[in-house]
């Protein structure tokens, strides 16, 4: 269709649309009940955007007014009840609902301060916080409600529903109207939806299985853009809140993120899918946009992950890698600058904007550690899924939803007064497993799997009371009348097969003790804790006559009790399936018969068991028990195959009959005819239309393999029931009876019902729960989709008979919501039901009539005595025995005592045949060697010892295997501990003692350097911002190599006409052309510029001459700074605790520059300690083979002294021995024999504790005899190690072998002598050798002992100073992010600044050359007439005239230099208004110049002369042209010179004030570091501060300086001297060399007068005057003409060629301007509309203001009390202010008096 057409019918559609009248109450109803398939227009299968595109225009162009509402009676869903059946539609009436769906997400918002709405299945709950009142709103399709969303103006909220191309209605608040529907959103249900930043945008995305996202227009009903966002679960969109044109969603496993394009095609959503690279996948719940497109998002193991284009940015952690939540992150805010995140581990935590916005990835890890700024635990088992809050300046208050079943409100202001979380409501956690109803009043008990039993007044909508337990409820009863006549006692079954009896009664009636907490309405207590089962109980119910009760179980057991007090298990019976329901007989039936219901299709009736004695039964199971069984047999597809027979039947004999009459008419009609040929034709046409067609194959018999699951039942008549069953034999209630005499056995038996009764709309819909009413008359069935329908059976027959009429109500969610229990009041007046959807709700059974206002539950009253009764034991471990456990294991116990018996018997026998044995083998000993018996031949055979020595090694191999896991287990966890505490230690503590003294010495203990710092220190650097000295430096470097790179680009006179020819191209005729002109100019111009060179080369130098003169008043730069910093500092020493102190730019302090500090403290440390821990470990290693030799030296000192005569012996030296503390690394050295040897030490240990345990209970002093003994252990196990220590020992020599002794001879007894003399002496060298190593060794210990003790004093300094220095981390840490924040604003002032400066000098230097171009200019106009007199010469007739002619004014057309395109799409129209225009001009140039005619003095003119005059005038009129725009540049750079000099003033005092913020910021933080305690130790001699002779005792005044920097200040006074000495001397020699240069100067004036003169003087003599001569030189063509003839020959050709090409362009932009324009038009008449909507607004609001207010006119009492209070204070802050300037006077006078604070009693 052409663009034009459409806009024509476009048009027409809205006047016809203006012209009905569709804002009536009928224009109403027709648009609300258009039913499903007119909805369905928007729907879509491949392309959503073209289908139905003509039919739907004009509905899309349709204005719906801004007053338009639909009727709410007509949209909201309504119960069926069946046609013509008389039942009311308020048969129902929902009251309260107790039951939250905590775990849908966004199941929480807020419309106002005090209202809240949540989803509750098919309603909408709005909850008033100040009363607690519930209201109301109903869903419009009845099949639930998928999500909801709320204006940010909060007057409207959206509702997102469920079921068959669902409607997502707009609602305005607080009136509750139906504003806007927006239909064919999404398929089946609607998952998410969101407005945007101004809620004039909505964003909705749809669930399985389409997952489309729609964006709306939803004032006007109508979808903007709309597409699949996700082949998987979207679980949230949402616009960003900074360009509604972005929008992000994110569900299982993805995140994507989306652009609205404008294509060539119209508007699209584009989607990019987020790509998590090495992080791994992750379902994203919570995430946020941030304003420069960045989103951070949550991530399911409790990160925060921030995506930049698509990607992973950066990963956020706490410091150790531990990560920001524990578990996902569900929400993630955007409040007040900080971003507040909250997951499932119950904390909601606050982070720093900054820090995450400004996060990059440092190391290939991604991965970025930071703190939270505040962060709340709510509370213990609470799982936080959304948050919200009225977004209002300074409210802090938000309301949470907790997925664990509450509503919270929490104050996250975190200051002095935040208030604790205040959990406001209480709900059950998940699906609502079971439920009862009290039948004595209005109480109801429910559970869930959320391990709780809550108690409610359905009557007074109160919650009275819950009980938590260790596991989930699953089963509920209340005990009948017969059994409890109070009516406070229930049963509750559970998950872990356990059944609790509870009491209910009123804790009032109880005995109030002292402390007693706040009584509550109503308390639970245990009575009795039972565990029949294994498996959760599903069933619990009383007997008719309330003496048994009967429990079953998912364990396929049914467990009987006896009732009494206290239950007493009579016995359990096994059924071939997990029990559904148990129903006993009702009172009418003469025997009591139990009905079960078995869910694999088994239906099982026992009677009541008989009570036995149990106590010696070994087990409790019933085998005796009668039972009958019914197998179902699926009968669906038969009856099925029925009702289409039937069905068929009918339909045939309509058929007949329809035939017969049509036969009998055709009949009548033939006779009427004349022509029988005619009528026989008709007849054969007759029985060719008779022919039957034939009939499709009748339905066939399919039967489920597996049974269908039965749901409930209940008992029509003796031995006959109803039941109920899912799958596929749903839609039917089957009549059944048990068979009289079964065949076969209960596997093999199928029964089949005898009746059924067809239940409409049923057929993928069951009915779960049947409950009748007290009368029998009302038939209450909870449906698997969450309805709850109401058959009214009028002859009150169990049979069913009149089971036609139904009222039907959805109430519950129809996906999850299936209802799981429905109860009717004891007295018919209320109904109870509750779902898996978590909701409980309470109706009122025909409630025209209201409700008693104080109806209210009677809670019983607590039993005598129950305040003495001792609490009852619960069985709270989950695998307790059961009943029949317990049973099991004590038989069991009795079997192996017995069978323990017997083996001591066989044990004892054994040991009596081994001690005869025993005794054998001694006699075979003391017989002799010849007599006596080989071991082997005792054997009474070999191959059974072979046989046990084999078995010994495949058990030992078997063992080995077994234990090969726990080896390894083991193994790497002694690894891993080395790895934690030993890999990271480079020394440990070793303690090496002196041999001579007691001294000992210890190396340090010693950890790996670690790269905390220097890595904070990368990380701090990166994040802080550059100080203005830092990017001062940076930016002057980048200047001068941004200097260097840029070359300027000289362009000479002979470049505008040279080109190089291109190679390879043929030229025209046109460039030939070209290129001789350039030639010929390029002599002309060659001569000119050399002569112009000269000049501006000589000119130049002159002005660098004249600018090296200094003025009169100037002044060294350096002298002045010089000057200036001695003005500021010199006399003055300025402290750092100094008021006034001004931190110097270099001397700045941050946290980055300490934490370099504490880096190299720690590594000067650790180098010092490392050195000094090697010594020690040499010397421990020279100790050892001091030692070694020692030993070595005693040995042979023994030697010696086995020679010698004892009588020359001499006491031998004790060998030094090794401390365990000297060989630590010996403790981690062990092998089989140290740790047998420690197991067997341990199990002593063990057989000790366990024999004095007892004692010790009595002995007071037993325990000091154990742990002396454990003590002596430890010291015999350490001798022991120490003794496994490598030591060097020689071999003892052996002792010479004895002769018989004879007389020595003389020579002998000389040898002998010289020989002891020889071994004394050596004995003694020994022996001093000994002393020497001793003493050797000593000596070196204690030198190094004193180098250590001087190392442990600096080390101690270094650990005081590393805790200063660690303190001013944690202050500079605080005060960084201000900092920073100041710095960067001074620095982007200072750069402004500089940056100002910078174009100021370029104006300066641009203005300077303008103005050099203007002298230029009138230089060469100079010589132009110059040149023109020197032309005419002297005493020319035609002078005048010619100089009028040149002098004349003439109007000219501007040539305009084309460089570039130039847009040429003027039109014709336009040129020709030019042409006039510029002949207009002509003539009124010819009009004002008509005094003066040329063609008057034109005939006797030299022609030569005139035409040379005529181009010196278009010289001329050049240069006056260029001048004239020179001069209006000047002024245009003077203009922008002035603004830019007070921007720079703006700018300097906007720098000043910012610097001197920072200054005081720097100077707090200064204060805040002189805070800092330092220790500094000082010896006596040090201190100089002294008060009449005597130390004083307070040194807080004092100061701690350096001696070098004291030094260094007194050696600067005699520099300072030395240096005005020095100064004077020069200021001497520089006057009077100013006065030489003064006479010079003088002298220089006068000569330069002479020789002016004199240039004056041949000037004349030679030309006749004085000229210029470099106007002479520089005389030529005219240039600029020239190069603009050039130019335009160039361009004609260029020209030539791109007329064609935009001629093309002019088409396509004109179509281009034509559809922008129709464009513009569109959204100028918007514009119109907005603006007539916001006139009326305007108007409204302007009556509302000046109707408001009237009450309050007039002075009131509290203004006036409240002014008088505020004139009070101000006279009193004033004689403050007196006072204190009356102080701060006398403080600053010299010798002031300090006077005490003023203390003022207001």
């Given at each position: 269709?052409?663009?034009?057409e459409?806009?024509?019918?476009l048009?027409d559609?809205?006047?016809?649309?203006?012209?009905?009248?569709e804002?009536?109450?009928?224009?109403?109803?027709?648009?609300?009940?258009?039913?499903?398939p007119?909805?369905?227009?928007?729907?879509y299968?491949?392309?959503?955007?073209?289908?139905?595109?003509e039919?739907s225009?004009?509905?899309?162009m349709k204005?719906?007014?801004?007053?338009?509402f639909?009727?709410?009676n007509?949209?909201?869903?309504v119960?069926?009840?069946?046609?013509?059946?008389?039942?009311?539609?308020?048969?129902?009436?929902?009251i309260?609902?107790?039951?939250?769906?905590?775990t849908?997400?966004g199941?929480?918002?807020?419309?106002?301060?005090?209202t809240l709405m949540?989803?509750a299945g098919?309603?909408?709950?709005?909850?008033?916080?100040?009363?607690f009142?519930?209201?109301?709103?109903?869903s419009?399709s009845g099949?639930?409600?998928?999500?909801?969303?709320?204006?940010?103006?909060?007057t409207?909220?959206?509702?997102?529903?469920k079921?068959?191309?669902?409607?997502?209605?707009?609602?305005d608040?607080?009136?509750l109207?139906?504003?806007?529907?927006?239909?064919?959103?999404?398929?089946?249900?609607?998952?998410?939806?969101?407005?945007?930043?101004?809620?004039?945008?909505l964003?909705t995305?749809?669930?399985?299985?389409?997952y489309?996202?729609?964006?709306?227009?939803w004032?006007?009903?109508?979808?903007?853009?709309?597409t699949?966002a996700f082949?998987?679960?979207?679980?949230k969109?949402?616009?960003?809140p900074?360009?509604?044109?972005?929008?992000?969603?994110?569900?299982s496993?993805?995140?994507?993120?989306?652009?609205m394009?404008?294509?060539f095609?119209?508007?699209?959503?584009?989607?990019f899918?987020?790509?998590?690279?090495?992080?791994?996948?992750?379902?994203?719940?919570?995430?946020m946009?941030l304003?420069d497109?960045?989103?951070?998002t949550g991530?399911?193991w409790?990160?925060?992950?921030?995506?930049?284009?698509?990607?992973?940015?950066v990963?956020?952690?706490?410091?150790?890698?531990?990560?920001?939540h524990?578990?996902?992150i569900?929400?993630?805010?955007?409040?007040?600058g900080?971003?507040?995140?909250?997951?499932?581990d119950?904390?909601?935590?606050?982070?720093d904007?900054e820090?995450i916005d400004?996060?990059?990835?440092?190391d290939?890890s991604e991965?970025?550690?930071m703190e939270p700024?505040?962060?709340?635990?709510v509370?213990?088992?609470?799982?936080l899924?959304?948050?919200?809050?009225?977004?209002k300046?300074?409210?802090?208050?938000?309301?949470?939803?907790?997925?664990?079943?509450?509503i919270?409100?929490?104050?996250l202001?975190?200051?002095?007064?935040?208030?604790?979380?205040?959990?406001?409501f209480?709900f059950?956690t998940g699906?609502?497993?079971?439920m009862?109803?009290?039948p004595?009043?209005?109480?109801?008990?429910t559970?869930?799997?959320?391990c709780?039993?809550?108690?409610?007044?359905?009557?007074?909508?109160l919650?009275?009371?819950?009980?938590?337990f260790?596991?989930?409820?699953?089963?509920l009863?209340?005990?009948?009348?017969?059994?409890?006549?109070r009516?406070?006692?229930?049963?509750?079954g559970?998950?872990?097969?356990v059944?609790?009896?509870?009491?209910?009664?009123?804790?009032?009636?109880?005995?109030?003790?002292a402390?007693?907490?706040?009584?509550k309405?109503?308390q639970?207590?245990?009575k009795q804790?039972?565990?029949?089962?294994?498996?959760a109980?599903?069933?619990?119910?009383?007997?008719?006559?309330?003496?048994?009760l009967?429990?079953g179980?998912?364990?396929?057991?049914v467990?009987?009790?006896?009732?009494g007090?206290?239950y007493?298990?009579?016995g359990?019976?096994n059924v071939?399936?997990?029990?559904?329901?148990?129903?006993?007989?009702?009172k009418s039936?003469?025997?009591?018969f139990?009905l079960?219901?078995?869910?694999?299709g088994?239906?099982?009736?026992?009677?009541?068991?008989?009570?036995?004695?149990?106590?010696d039964?070994?087990?409790?199971e019933i085998?005796?028990?009668?039972?009958?069984?019914?197998?179902?047999?699926?009968?669906?597809?038969?009856?099925l195959r029925?009702?289409?027979?039937?069905?068929?039947?009918?339909r045939?004999e309509?058929?007949?009959?329809?035939k017969?009459e049509?036969?009998?008419l055709?009949?009548?009609m033939?006779?009427?005819?004349?022509?029988?040929e005619g009528?026989?034709?008709e007849?054969?046409?007759l029985?060719?239309?008779?022919?039957?067609?034939?009939e499709?194959?009748?339905?066939?018999?399919?039967?489920?393999?597996?049974?269908?699951p039965?749901?409930?039942g209940f008992?029509?008549?003796?031995?006959k029931f109803?039941?109920?069953l899912?799958?596929?034999?749903s839609?039917?209630?089957?009549?059944?009876?048990?068979?009289?005499k079964?065949?076969?056995t209960?596997?093999?038996?199928?029964?089949?019902?005898?009746?059924?009764?067809?239940?409409?709309n049923?057929?993928?819909?069951p009915?779960?729960?049947?409950?009748?009413?007290?009368?029998?008359?009302m038939?209450f069935?909870?449906?698997?989709?969450?309805q709850v329908?109401?058959?009214?059976l009028?002859?009150?027959?169990?049979?069913l008979?009149?089971?036609?009429?139904?009222?039907?109500?959805?109430?519950?969610?129809?996906?999850?919501?299936?209802i799981?229990?429905?109860c009717?009041s004891?007295?018919d007046r209320?109904?109870?039901t509750c779902?898996a959807?978590?909701?409980i709700?309470?109706?009122?059974?025909?409630?025209?009539?209201?409700?008693?206002e104080?109806?209210?539950?009677?809670?019983?009253?607590?039993r005598?005595?129950?305040e003495t009764?001792?609490?009852v034991?619960?069985i709270?471990?989950?695998?307790?025995?059961?009943i029949?456990?317990?049973?099991?294991?004590?038989?069991?116990?009795?079997?192996?005592?017995?069978?323990?018996?017997?083996k001591?018997?066989?044990?004892?026998?054994?040991?009596?045949?081994r001690?005869?044995?025993e005794?054998?083998?001694?006699?075979?000993?003391?017989?002799?060697?010849?007599?006596?018996?080989?071991?082997t031949?005792?054997?009474?055979?070999t191959?059974v010892r072979?046989?046990?020595e084999?078995?010994?090694?495949?058990?030992?191999k078997?063992?080995?295997?077994?234990?090969a896991?726990?080896k390894e287990?083991h193994r790497?966890?002694?690894?891993?501990?080395q790895?934690?505490?030993?890999?990271?230690?480079?020394?440990?503590?070793i303690?090496?003692?002196a041999?001579?003294?007691?001294?000992?010495?210890?190396?340090y203990?010693?950890?790996?350097?670690s790269?905390k710092?220097?890595?904070?220190?990368?990380?701090?650097?990166?994040?802080?911002?550059?100080?203005?000295?830092?990017?001062k430096?940076?930016e002057?470097?980048?200047?001068?190599?941004s200097?260097?790179?840029?070359?300027?680009l000289?362009?000479g006179?002979?470049?505008v006409f040279?080109?190089?020819?291109?190679?390879?191209?043929?030229?025209?005729?046109?460039?030939l052309?070209?290129?001789?002109?350039?030639?010929k100019?390029?002599k002309?111009?060659?001569?000119a510029?050399k002569?112009?060179?000269?000049?501006?080369?000589?000119r130049?130098e002159?002005?660098?001459?004249?600018?090296?003169k200094?003025e009169?008043?100037?002044?060294?730069?350096?002298d002045?700074?010089?000057?200036k910093?001695?003005?500021n500092n010199?006399?003055?020493?300025?402290?750092?605790?100094?008021?006034d102190?001004?931190?110097?730019?270099?001397?700045?302090?941050?946290?980055?520059?300490?934490?370099e500090e504490?880096g190299?403290?720690?590594?000067?440390?650790?180098?010092?300690?490392?050195n000094?821990?090697?010594?020690?470990?040499?010397?421990?290693?020279?100790?050892i083979?001091v030692?070694?030799?020692?030993?070595?030296?005693?040995?042979?000192?023994?030697?010696i002294?086995?020679?010698?005569?004892?009588?020359?012996?001499?006491p031998i030296?004790e060998?030094p021995?090794?401390?365990?503390?000297?060989?630590?690394?010996?403790?981690?050295?062990?092998?089989?024999e140290?740790?047998?040897e420690f197991?067997?030490?341990?199990?002593k240990?063990?057989?000790?504790?366990?024999?004095?345990?007892?004692?010790?209970?009595f002995?007071?002093?037993?325990?000091?005899?154990?742990?002396s003994?454990?003590?002596?252990?430890?010291?015999?196990?350490?001798?022991s190690?120490?003794?496994?220590?490598?030591?060097?020992?020689?071999?003892?020599?052996?002792?010479?072998?004895?002769f018989?002794?004879?007389?020595?001879?003389?020579v002998?007894?000389?040898?002998?002598?010289?020989?002891e003399?020889?071994?004394?002496?050596m004995?003694?060298?020994?022996?001093d050798?000994?002393?020497?190593l001793i003493i050797?060794?000593?000596a070196?210990?204690?030198?190094l002992?004193?180098q250590k003790l001087?190392l442990?004093?600096?080390m101690?300094?270094?650990?005081?100073h590393?805790?200063?220095?660690f303190?001013?981390?944690?202050?500079l840490k605080?005060?960084?992010?201000?900092?920073?924040?100041?710095?960067?604003?001074?620095n982007?002032?200072?750069?402004?600044?500089?940056?100002?400066?910078?174009?100021?000098?370029?104006?300066?230097?641009?203005?300077?050359?303008?103005?050099?171009?203007i002298?230029?200019?009138?230089?060469?106009?100079?010589?132009?007439?110059?040149?023109?007199?020197?032309?005419?010469g002297?005493?020319?007739?035609?002078a005048?005239?010619?100089?009028k002619v040149?002098?004349k004014?003439?109007?000219?057309?501007?040539?305009?230099?084309v460089?570039?395109?130039?847009?040429?799409d003027?039109?014709s129209?336009?040129d020709s208004?030019?042409?006039?225009s510029?002949?207009?001009?002509?003539?009124?140039?010819e009009?004002?110049d008509e005094?003066?005619?040329e063609?008057?003095g034109?005939?006797?003119?030299?022609?030569a002369?005139?035409e040379?005059?005529?181009?010196?005038?278009?010289?001329?009129?050049?240069?006056?042209?260029?001048l004239s725009?020179?001069?209006?540049?000047l002024?245009n750079?003077?203009?922008?010179?002035d603004a830019?000099?007070?921007?720079v003033?703006v700018v300097?005092?906007?720098?000043?004030?910012a610097?001197?913020?920072?200054?005081?910021y720097?100077?707090?933080?200064q204060?805040?570091?002189?805070?800092?305690l330092?220790?500094?130790?000082?010896?006596l001699?040090?201190i100089e501060c002294?008060?009449?002779?005597?130390i004083?005792?307070?040194?807080?005044?004092?100061?701690?300086f350096?001696?070098?920097?004291?030094?260094?200040?007194?050696?600067?006074?005699?520099?300072?001297?030395?240096?005005?000495l020095?100064q004077?001397?020069?200021?001497?020699?520089?006057?009077?060399?100013?006065?030489?240069?003064v006479f010079?100067?003088?002298?220089?004036?006068?000569?330069?007068k002479?020789m002016?003169?004199?240039?004056?003087?041949?000037?004349?003599?030679k030309?006749?005057?004085?000229?210029?001569?470099?106007?002479?030189q520089?005389?030529?063509?005219?240039?600029?003409?020239?190069?603009?003839?050039?130019?335009?020959?160039?361009?004609?050709?260029?020209?030539?060629k791109?007329?064609?090409?935009?001629e093309?362009?002019?088409s396509?932009?004109?179509?281009?301007?034509?559809?922008?324009?129709?464009?513009?038009?569109?959204?100028?008449?918007?514009?119109?509309?907005l603006?007539?909507?916001?006139?009326?607004?305007?108007g409204?609001?302007?009556?509302?203001?000046?109707?408001?207010?009237n009450?309050f006119?007039g002075?009131?009492?509290?203004d006036?009390v409240?002014?008088e209070?505020?004139?009070?204070?101000i006279?009193?802050?004033?004689?403050k202010?007196?006072?204190?300037?009356?102080?701060?006077?006398?403080?600053?006078?010299?010798?002031?008096l300090?006077?005490?604070p003023?203390n003022?009693?207001?």
């Open positions: 269709m052409d663009q034009d459409e806009s024509e019918k048009d559609m809205e006047d016809d649309y203006q012209d009905d009248d804002f009536q109450t009928e224009g109403e109803e027709e648009i609300s009940t258009e039913t499903a007119e909805q369905s227009e928007y729907s299968s491949e392309d959503p955007f073209h289908e139905g595109e039919e225009v004009e509905e899309q204005k719906i007014s801004e007053n338009f639909y009727n709410y007509e949209v909201a869903s119960p069926f009840v069946t046609q013509d059946s008389g039942i009311p539609l308020n048969l129902l009436t929902l309260h609902s107790f039951g939250y769906d905590s849908k997400r199941n929480l918002q807020l419309l106002d301060s005090q949540f989803i098919n309603q909408i709950v709005f909850v008033d916080l100040r009363t009142e519930q209201s109301y709103l109903r419009s099949q639930g409600i998928g999500a909801l969303a709320v204006h940010p103006d909060k409207y909220f959206v509702v997102a529903e079921g068959f191309y669902p409607n997502v209605i707009i609602y608040y607080p009136l109207r139906p504003y806007r529907i927006l239909r064919g959103g999404t398929d089946e249900a609607y998952a998410y939806a969101s407005f945007n930043f101004n809620g004039s945008l964003a995305v749809g669930g399985y299985p389409d489309t996202i729609t964006v709306w227009n004032k006007e009903e109508h979808p903007i853009l709309r699949k082949s998987q679960d979207v679980f969109v949402t616009f960003n900074e360009n509604e044109e972005q929008l992000t969603t994110a569900g496993g993805h995140i994507k993120f989306w652009i394009a404008l294509t095609t119209g508007l699209k959503l584009q989607g899918l987020g790509r998590f690279g090495k992080t791994a996948v992750t379902d994203i719940e919570g995430y946009e304003p497109g960045k989103v951070l991530s399911e409790g990160n925060l992950l921030l995506w930049e284009g698509g990607l992973i940015k990963e956020l952690c706490r410091h150790a890698r531990r990560t920001c524990i578990g996902p569900n929400q993630i805010m955007l409040d007040e900080e971003v507040i995140t909250a997951g499932d119950g904390c909601v935590r606050i982070w904007f820090t400004t996060a990059d990835a440092i290939e991965m970025i550690e700024i505040n962060e709340m635990q509370g213990k088992n609470v799982k899924y959304s948050m919200v809050k009225i977004f300046p300074g409210n802090s208050i938000w309301y949470a939803q907790d997925a664990n079943g509450a919270w409100k929490l104050d202001s975190f200051s002095n007064i935040t208030q604790d979380p205040k959990q406001l209480s059950h699906p609502i497993t079971a009862v109803v009290s004595f009043t209005y109480l109801m008990a559970t869930s799997h959320d709780s039993i809550r108690i409610f007044d359905f009557a007074a909508k919650f009275l009371t819950h009980m938590e260790k596991e989930g409820g699953t089963a009863v209340w005990a009948p009348r017969v059994v409890s006549y009516g406070g006692l229930l049963i509750a559970f998950e872990d097969g059944i609790r009896i509870l009491e209910l009664f009123d804790p009032k009636g109880l005995i109030i003790f402390g007693r907490r706040k009584v309405a109503a639970l207590r245990l804790a039972l565990k029949p089962h294994t498996a109980v599903t069933s619990i119910a009383y007997e008719q006559n309330g003496e048994v009967a429990t179980s998912k364990d396929k057991t467990f009987f009790f006896v009732v007090k206290y007493e298990p009579i359990y019976i071939p399936g997990p029990v559904v329901q148990l129903i006993w007989t009702p039936y003469d025997k009591s139990l079960i219901l078995c869910e694999n088994y239906v099982l009736e026992v009677p009541v068991p008989e009570v036995k004695e149990t106590e039964l070994p087990t409790f085998k005796d028990l009668p039972m009958k069984c019914f197998h179902f047999r699926s009968i669906k597809s038969r009856i029925d009702i289409e027979i039937e069905r068929r039947r009918k045939k309509e058929k007949e009959k329809e017969e049509r036969r009998k055709q009949l009548q033939m006779k009427d005819l004349e022509e029988s009528a026989e034709e007849e054969e046409c029985e060719e239309e008779e022919e039957e067609e034939a499709e194959p009748l339905p066939e018999i399919f039967i489920p393999e597996k049974p269908c039965i749901f409930c008992y029509s008549s003796p031995k109803w039941i109920s899912g799958g596929y034999d839609g039917f209630l089957y009549h059944c009876k048990f068979p009289t079964p065949e076969k209960m596997e093999e038996q199928q029964d089949e019902p005898f009746g059924f009764h067809a239940v409409e049923t057929d993928n819909n009915i779960r729960v049947i409950a009748f009413s007290l009368t029998k008359m038939m069935c909870g449906m698997q989709n969450g329908r109401v058959y009214i009028k002859d009150k027959s169990p049979n008979t009149d089971m036609q009429s139904y009222w039907s109500y959805s109430i519950h969610d129809n996906d999850y919501g299936h799981q229990a429905l009717p004891y007295d209320f109904v109870v779902g959807d978590g909701n709700f309470v109706f009122n059974v025909l409630s025209e009539e209201q409700l008693e104080d109806l209210r539950a009677t809670v019983p009253p607590p005598i005595g129950i009764e001792k609490r034991d619960d709270e471990d989950p695998n307790a025995f059961s029949e456990g317990a049973r099991q294991k004590r038989e069991h116990d009795q079997i192996m005592q017995e069978v323990e018996e017997i001591t018997q066989k044990r004892e026998k054994l040991k009596h045949l001690d005869e044995f005794k054998f083998l001694v006699k075979n000993s003391e017989l002799p060697e010849h007599m006596q018996l080989h071991r031949e005792f054997d009474v055979d191959k072979e046989e046990t084999r078995t010994t090694v495949k058990k030992i078997q063992v080995e295997k077994e234990l896991w726990e287990k790497i966890a002694l690894q891993k501990l790895q934690r505490f030993r890999d990271s230690l480079e020394f440990d503590t303690i090496v003692h041999i001579q003294t007691e001294h000992k010495i210890s190396t203990r010693l950890l790996k350097l790269g710092y220097t890595k904070a220190k990368r990380l701090s650097q990166t994040e802080r911002r550059a100080s203005k000295f830092d990017w430096e940076k002057v470097t980048v200047k001068r190599e200097q260097k790179d840029s070359v300027p000289v362009t006179p002979e470049e040279m080109e190089k020819e291109k190679k390879g191209r043929p030229r025209n005729l046109s460039e052309m070209v290129e001789n002109q350039i030639d100019m390029k002309i111009m060659i001569k510029e002569a112009q060179n000269k000049i501006l080369q000589r130049k002159w002005e660098e001459l004249y600018k090296s200094p009169d008043d100037y002044e060294d730069p350096r002045v700074l010089a000057i910093e001695a003005q010199m006399g003055d020493f300025n402290l750092k605790t100094a008021p102190y001004k931190i110097p730019e270099q001397m700045r302090i941050n946290a980055a520059k300490k934490e504490i190299i403290l720690e590594a000067m440390a650790h180098e010092r300690k490392f000094m821990n090697k010594c020690i470990i040499s010397l421990r290693d020279q100790k083979a030692i070694e030799e020692i030993q070595c030296l005693v040995q042979e000192l023994k030697t002294q086995a020679i010698l005569p004892a009588d020359k012996h001499l030296p060998v021995q090794l401390q365990p503390e000297e060989v630590p690394e010996k403790k981690y050295q062990y092998d089989d140290i740790l047998l197991k067997l030490e341990q199990e240990k063990a057989m000790e504790e366990q024999q004095k345990g007892p004692e010790e209970e002995t007071g002093f037993g325990s000091g005899k154990v742990k003994s454990i003590k002596e252990g430890e010291l015999i196990r350490q001798d190690k120490i003794a496994k220590i490598p030591l060097v020992f020689l071999p003892e020599v052996p002792k010479p072998v004895e018989p002794k004879t007389e020595p001879t003389e002998e007894l000389e040898i002998l002598k010289r020989e003399i020889r071994n004394v002496y004995q003694q060298h020994v022996i050798r000994i002393r020497e050797t060794f000593d070196e210990f204690r030198l002992r004193h001087k442990d004093i600096q101690k300094l270094a650990d005081l590393h805790v200063t220095l303190q001013e981390v944690l202050l605080n005060f960084e992010k201000q900092e920073n924040i100041l710095q960067e604003r001074v982007s002032l200072d750069r402004e600044q500089q940056d100002m400066k910078w174009r100021i000098n370029e104006n300066v230097a641009e203005m300077e050359e303008r103005k050099n171009e002298n230029k200019l009138q230089e060469q106009e100079k010589a132009l007439y110059a040149n023109f007199q020197a032309t005419l002297e005493n020319n007739k035609f005048n005239f010619l100089l040149l002098k004014n003439i109007k000219r057309v501007k040539k305009k230099e460089e570039g395109e130039e847009e040429e003027e039109s129209k336009e208004d030019d042409e006039s510029f002949e207009s001009g002509e003539e009124e140039s009009s004002e005094a003066f005619d063609s008057m034109l005939a006797n003119c030299d022609p002369l005139y040379m005059t005529l181009q010196l005038r278009e010289k001329r009129l050049d240069i006056e042209e260029t725009d020179e001069k209006k540049l002024e750079l003077r203009k922008e010179y830019m000099g007070k921007k003033k300097a005092a906007n720098l000043e004030t610097e001197e913020a920072l200054e005081a720097q100077r707090e933080k204060q805040r570091l002189n805070e800092l330092i220790v500094i130790p000082l010896k001699h040090q002294v008060e009449f002779g005597e004083p005792h307070d040194l807080s005044n004092a100061l701690v350096s001696n070098s920097s004291l030094q260094r200040l007194q050696d600067r006074i005699i520099q300072l001297q030395e240096e005005n020095e004077q001397e020069l200021n001497k020699e520089c006057r009077e060399r100013r006065k030489k240069l010079e100067k003088r002298e220089m004036a006068k000569k330069i002479k002016k003169e004199m240039v004056a003087q041949l000037m004349i003599d030309f006749g005057k004085e000229i210029n001569l470099e106007a002479l520089t005389l030529s063509v005219n240039k600029k003409l020239e190069e603009l003839k050039i130019k335009k020959m160039r361009k004609e050709l260029s020209n030539a791109e007329i064609k090409n935009w093309d362009k002019i396509q932009v004109r179509w281009d301007l034509m559809v922008k324009t129709k464009e513009h038009t569109k959204k100028l008449q918007q514009m119109n509309e603006c007539l909507e916001k006139r009326e607004l305007e409204r609001l302007n009556t509302l203001q000046s109707q408001q207010g009450a006119q002075p009131r009492k509290a006036i409240a002014r209070k505020i004139t009070e204070l006279q009193i802050q004033a004689e202010i007196l006072a204190l300037k009356e102080e701060i006077a006398i403080l600053r006078r010299k010798g002031g300090i006077l005490p003023i003022s009693t207001h």
